[in-house]
Antibody
Protein backbone atom coordinates (compact mmCIF):
# COMPACT_ATOMS: atom_id res chain seq x y z
CA UNK A 1 0.00 0.00 0.00
CA UNK A 2 1.38 3.39 -1.00
CA UNK A 3 1.79 5.71 1.95
CA UNK A 4 3.09 9.26 2.18
CA UNK A 5 3.47 10.71 5.65
CA UNK A 6 4.43 14.35 6.11
CA UNK A 7 6.00 15.81 9.22
CA UNK A 8 7.80 18.91 10.42
CA UNK A 9 5.02 21.47 10.37
CA UNK A 10 4.21 23.96 13.07
CA UNK A 11 4.14 27.62 14.06
CA UNK A 12 7.04 29.75 12.83
CA UNK A 13 7.72 33.47 12.83
CA UNK A 14 7.90 35.48 9.61
CA UNK A 15 11.37 35.45 8.12
CA UNK A 16 12.35 32.18 9.79
CA UNK A 17 12.90 28.75 8.27
CA UNK A 18 11.22 25.37 8.48
CA UNK A 19 11.92 21.99 6.89
CA UNK A 20 9.18 19.55 6.01
CA UNK A 21 9.71 15.83 5.50
CA UNK A 22 7.69 13.19 3.72
CA UNK A 23 8.30 9.50 4.39
CA UNK A 24 7.27 7.27 1.49
CA UNK A 25 6.52 3.55 1.58
CA UNK A 26 4.79 0.89 -0.46
CA UNK A 27 6.49 1.72 -3.77
CA UNK A 28 9.96 2.16 -5.27
CA UNK A 29 10.51 5.78 -4.32
CA UNK A 30 13.49 6.32 -6.59
CA UNK A 31 11.38 5.59 -9.69
CA UNK A 32 9.01 8.51 -9.25
CA UNK A 33 9.05 12.27 -9.55
CA UNK A 34 7.67 13.80 -6.35
CA UNK A 35 6.00 17.09 -5.53
CA UNK A 36 4.74 19.40 -2.83
CA UNK A 37 1.32 21.03 -3.09
CA UNK A 38 -0.13 23.44 -0.55
CA UNK A 39 -3.56 24.70 0.45
CA UNK A 40 -4.07 27.88 2.41
CA UNK A 41 -6.96 27.78 4.92
CA UNK A 42 -10.31 27.73 3.11
CA UNK A 43 -8.51 28.22 -0.21
CA UNK A 44 -7.64 26.17 -3.28
CA UNK A 45 -4.66 24.03 -4.16
CA UNK A 46 -1.31 25.48 -5.25
CA UNK A 47 1.61 23.54 -6.74
CA UNK A 48 4.80 24.36 -4.81
CA UNK A 49 7.63 22.20 -6.15
CA UNK A 50 8.54 19.11 -8.18
CA UNK A 51 11.73 17.05 -8.17
CA UNK A 52 13.00 14.49 -10.65
CA UNK A 53 13.82 10.89 -9.75
CA UNK A 54 17.52 11.56 -9.18
CA UNK A 55 17.00 14.98 -7.69
CA UNK A 56 18.99 16.66 -10.43
CA UNK A 57 16.03 18.67 -11.71
CA UNK A 58 13.73 20.81 -9.62
CA UNK A 59 10.86 23.11 -10.53
CA UNK A 60 9.10 25.89 -8.62
CA UNK A 61 6.47 28.57 -9.22
CA UNK A 62 7.58 32.18 -8.89
CA UNK A 63 5.78 32.48 -5.53
CA UNK A 64 8.39 30.30 -3.79
CA UNK A 65 11.38 30.31 -6.16
CA UNK A 66 14.54 31.33 -4.33
CA UNK A 67 12.98 30.71 -0.91
CA UNK A 68 11.96 27.04 -1.02
CA UNK A 69 14.16 24.05 -1.90
CA UNK A 70 12.83 20.59 -2.65
CA UNK A 71 15.18 17.64 -2.18
CA UNK A 72 15.08 13.89 -1.75
CA UNK A 73 17.02 11.01 -0.26
CA UNK A 74 16.26 7.91 -2.29
CA UNK A 75 18.14 5.68 0.16
CA UNK A 76 15.72 6.77 2.87
CA UNK A 77 12.63 7.02 0.62
CA UNK A 78 12.18 10.54 1.85
CA UNK A 79 11.21 13.87 0.34
CA UNK A 80 11.98 17.25 1.86
CA UNK A 81 10.96 20.88 1.54
CA UNK A 82 13.28 23.49 3.01
CA UNK A 83 11.35 26.73 3.44
CA UNK A 84 13.31 29.92 4.11
CA UNK A 85 12.27 33.55 4.55
CA UNK A 86 8.76 32.45 5.37
CA UNK A 87 5.89 34.88 4.89
CA UNK A 88 2.37 34.95 6.31
CA UNK A 89 1.06 33.96 2.88
CA UNK A 90 2.97 30.67 3.16
CA UNK A 91 0.52 29.60 5.88
CA UNK A 92 -1.08 26.44 4.52
CA UNK A 93 -1.42 22.71 4.73
CA UNK A 94 1.43 21.18 2.75
CA UNK A 95 0.87 17.91 0.93
CA UNK A 96 3.48 15.53 -0.42
CA UNK A 97 2.36 13.90 -3.69
CA UNK A 98 3.67 11.25 -6.06
CA UNK A 99 3.72 11.93 -9.79
CA UNK A 100 2.84 8.99 -11.96
CA UNK A 101 2.36 8.58 -15.68
CA UNK A 102 0.20 6.45 -17.95
CA UNK A 103 0.67 6.64 -21.69
CA UNK A 104 1.53 10.33 -22.15
CA UNK A 105 -0.42 11.60 -19.17
CA UNK A 106 1.15 12.86 -15.96
CA UNK A 107 -0.78 13.22 -12.71
CA UNK A 108 -0.35 13.29 -8.96
CA UNK A 109 -1.87 9.99 -7.91
CA UNK A 110 -1.10 9.57 -4.22
CA UNK A 111 -1.16 12.31 -1.61
CA UNK A 112 -0.16 12.43 2.03
CA UNK A 113 -2.47 13.53 4.82
CA UNK A 114 -0.87 16.97 4.88
CA UNK A 115 1.02 18.96 7.49
CA UNK A 116 0.05 22.42 8.70
CA UNK A 117 2.48 25.33 8.57
CA UNK A 118 1.48 28.57 10.28
CA UNK A 119 3.62 31.66 9.76
CA UNK A 120 2.80 34.24 12.39
CA UNK A 121 4.46 36.44 14.97
CA UNK B 1 1.68 30.55 -16.90
CA UNK B 2 -1.53 28.81 -17.89
CA UNK B 3 -4.50 29.99 -15.85
CA UNK B 4 -7.37 27.56 -15.26
CA UNK B 5 -10.81 29.05 -14.67
CA UNK B 6 -13.44 26.75 -13.18
CA UNK B 7 -17.16 27.33 -13.36
CA UNK B 8 -19.42 27.49 -11.58
CA UNK B 9 -17.68 28.38 -8.32
CA UNK B 10 -20.44 26.71 -6.32
CA UNK B 11 -23.45 24.71 -7.33
CA UNK B 12 -26.15 22.59 -5.75
CA UNK B 13 -27.66 19.55 -7.43
CA UNK B 14 -30.54 17.26 -6.52
CA UNK B 15 -30.10 13.50 -6.26
CA UNK B 16 -30.34 12.01 -9.72
CA UNK B 17 -29.61 15.31 -11.48
CA UNK B 18 -26.97 15.55 -14.20
CA UNK B 19 -24.05 17.80 -13.24
CA UNK B 20 -21.40 19.41 -15.45
CA UNK B 21 -18.34 21.19 -14.08
CA UNK B 22 -16.16 23.24 -16.39
CA UNK B 23 -12.49 24.14 -16.58
CA UNK B 24 -11.25 26.72 -19.08
CA UNK B 25 -7.52 27.08 -19.80
CA UNK B 26 -5.93 30.39 -20.84
CA UNK B 27 -3.85 28.51 -23.43
CA UNK B 28 -4.27 25.15 -25.06
CA UNK B 29 -3.26 22.13 -22.99
CA UNK B 30 -2.96 18.52 -24.10
CA UNK B 31 -5.11 17.03 -21.37
CA UNK B 32 -6.66 17.75 -17.99
CA UNK B 33 -6.69 16.02 -14.61
CA UNK B 34 -9.44 16.33 -12.00
CA UNK B 35 -9.33 15.90 -8.24
CA UNK B 36 -12.05 15.41 -5.64
CA UNK B 37 -11.53 16.84 -2.18
CA UNK B 38 -13.96 16.26 0.64
CA UNK B 39 -13.99 18.48 3.69
CA UNK B 40 -10.99 17.88 5.93
CA UNK B 41 -9.43 15.30 3.61
CA UNK B 42 -6.58 15.19 1.13
CA UNK B 43 -7.35 15.55 -2.57
CA UNK B 44 -7.96 12.34 -4.50
CA UNK B 45 -7.13 11.77 -8.14
CA UNK B 46 -10.49 11.45 -9.88
CA UNK B 47 -9.91 11.74 -13.63
CA UNK B 48 -6.58 11.77 -15.48
CA UNK B 49 -5.75 12.37 -19.11
CA UNK B 50 -9.06 14.19 -19.67
CA UNK B 51 -11.31 11.14 -19.64
CA UNK B 52 -9.73 8.26 -17.71
CA UNK B 53 -11.35 7.44 -14.40
CA UNK B 54 -8.97 6.79 -11.52
CA UNK B 55 -9.24 3.50 -9.69
CA UNK B 56 -12.44 3.19 -7.69
CA UNK B 57 -14.23 6.16 -9.27
CA UNK B 58 -17.88 5.36 -10.05
CA UNK B 59 -18.76 5.19 -13.72
CA UNK B 60 -21.42 7.88 -13.33
CA UNK B 61 -18.43 10.24 -13.63
CA UNK B 62 -16.95 11.12 -17.00
CA UNK B 63 -14.50 13.65 -18.37
CA UNK B 64 -14.19 15.28 -21.76
CA UNK B 65 -12.67 18.19 -23.58
CA UNK B 66 -9.73 19.37 -25.63
CA UNK B 67 -7.62 22.45 -26.25
CA UNK B 68 -8.76 25.07 -23.77
CA UNK B 69 -12.11 23.65 -22.66
CA UNK B 70 -12.61 20.65 -20.38
CA UNK B 71 -15.46 19.30 -18.29
CA UNK B 72 -16.30 16.76 -15.63
CA UNK B 73 -19.81 15.30 -15.76
CA UNK B 74 -21.81 13.34 -13.23
CA UNK B 75 -24.64 11.52 -14.97
CA UNK B 76 -26.74 11.18 -11.82
CA UNK B 77 -25.84 13.10 -8.68
CA UNK B 78 -25.49 11.14 -5.44
CA UNK B 79 -25.01 12.37 -1.87
CA UNK B 80 -21.49 10.95 -1.73
CA UNK B 81 -20.45 13.24 -4.61
CA UNK B 82 -20.62 16.32 -2.38
CA UNK B 83 -17.08 17.72 -2.50
CA UNK B 84 -14.90 20.34 -4.13
CA UNK B 85 -13.53 19.41 -7.54
CA UNK B 86 -10.29 20.86 -8.89
CA UNK B 87 -8.81 20.69 -12.36
CA UNK B 88 -5.02 20.48 -12.74
CA UNK B 89 -2.85 20.81 -15.81
CA UNK B 90 0.47 19.00 -15.94
CA UNK B 91 0.71 18.90 -19.70
CA UNK B 92 2.77 22.03 -20.20
CA UNK B 93 6.19 22.91 -18.83
CA UNK B 94 6.02 24.17 -15.23
CA UNK B 95 4.49 26.09 -13.57
CA UNK B 96 1.73 23.59 -13.07
CA UNK B 97 -1.59 25.11 -12.20
CA UNK B 98 -4.83 24.20 -10.48
CA UNK B 99 -8.21 25.72 -11.03
CA UNK B 100 -9.80 27.48 -8.06
CA UNK B 101 -12.27 24.66 -7.60
CA UNK B 102 -16.00 24.04 -7.87
CA UNK B 103 -17.84 23.30 -4.65
CA UNK B 104 -20.64 20.83 -5.31
CA UNK B 105 -23.46 20.64 -2.78
CA UNK B 106 -26.62 18.59 -2.42
CA UNK B 107 -29.94 20.31 -2.99
Amino acid sequence: EVQLVESGGGLVQPGRSLKLSCAASGFTFSNYYMAWVRQAPKKGLEWVATISTSGSRTYYPDSVKGRFTISRDNAKSSLYLQMNSLKSEDTATYYCARRDTTDYYYYFDYWGQGVMVTVSS
Amino acid sequence: EIVLTQSPTTMAASPGEKVTLNCLASSSVSYMNWYQQKSGASPKLWIYGTSNLASGVPNRFSGSGSGTSYSLTISSMEAEDVATYYCLQLSSYPPYTFGAGTKLELK
